[in-house]
């Protein structure tokens, strides 16, 4: 259950509706809204507490979202949020009406002077963050896992050189202090991880924003609950991202689920982008389902660069060369003026 209070409530007459339902035994969780008092009530009300509720004044409305949505639901902000990304003059915002921005960088880190060149590609291109895998899940476990600890430096070191917050995939909630001591900037959960409910509450409580992939067979009820936990353990700042799913179809790496944008915008307020590369996984794809998506009101792009596909450790056939890159930049710029 959802309070949502009007504007004009008493700051006093909201805080001792929260130390009733507190003293009542049910947990609840006030919204960062600024425009409204909105409070989440995280347990089952009583009848009886919510009649109670119901009558006081300064009540607008009570939102009963089906299921056990809270925090990842609309009705939890007045407006679309947006997640802050980075610290200072180089910080990005997604979300809530702004620009769409792009994510780019290589599947996977492959050395120092690997990075900084690409960091200087993403930066001419006019992308906003520098992503690179320091630790990678791969099918085949002979395959490139990454350089790890190492990796996350690199791409910290190339970001900072250029002036670029750092987005990186975190598989396990031991290497967490690492992603912290290293400052990466937007932590990433992949897709495989999706439902890792250990590892979602573990990085929830960090601090830090999260980039939530979506399950290659997840349903959208199951990719807000994963949401939904993120937010229950201490982290509001969550950025979706659609990178395809699994269906029986073989001529591309995933199916691009482009049908729940608008179903999104009417559920979450969260901000949303979108993944062609690994959705599509051929690069010359790429550039019609990114404009499908900043069409369909995508918040963002995130997709792989590389200035030798032909030589990456990693997803080289779905990886943009640098002028690529930058048309897609400019192309998604012209677009989302179009249609915000």
Known sequence: MILRFRKSAPADLVQAAIERCERAGVRTARSPEPARPIVALLDKVPAALEKELAALDGV???????????MAHRAFREGASRVRVGRGEHAVTLGGGTPPIVIAGPCSVEGRDFMEEVAGHVVAAGASILRGGAYKPRTSPYAFQGYGVEGL???????????????????????????????????????????????????GAAGRPVLLKRGMAATLEEWLYAAEYLCAHGCPQVVLCERGIRTFETATRNTLDLTILPVLRELTHFPVIVDPAHAVGIARFIAPLARAAIACGADGLTVEVHPRPEEARSDGPQALLPAELAALVAEARVLGAIVR
């Open 60 to 70: 607008a409305e009570i939102v009963k979202p089906k299921g056990d949505l809270r």
């Open 153 to 203: 430096a690199q791409l910290k070191d190339a970001g900072e050189k250029h002036g670029l917050p750092v987005c990186a995939e975190i598989m396990d909630g031991a290497h967490l202090p690492a992603f912290v001591d290293h400052d990466v900037d937007l932590l990433q959960v992949g897709a495989r991880n999706m439902q890792n409910f250990t590892l979602l509450k573990a990085i």
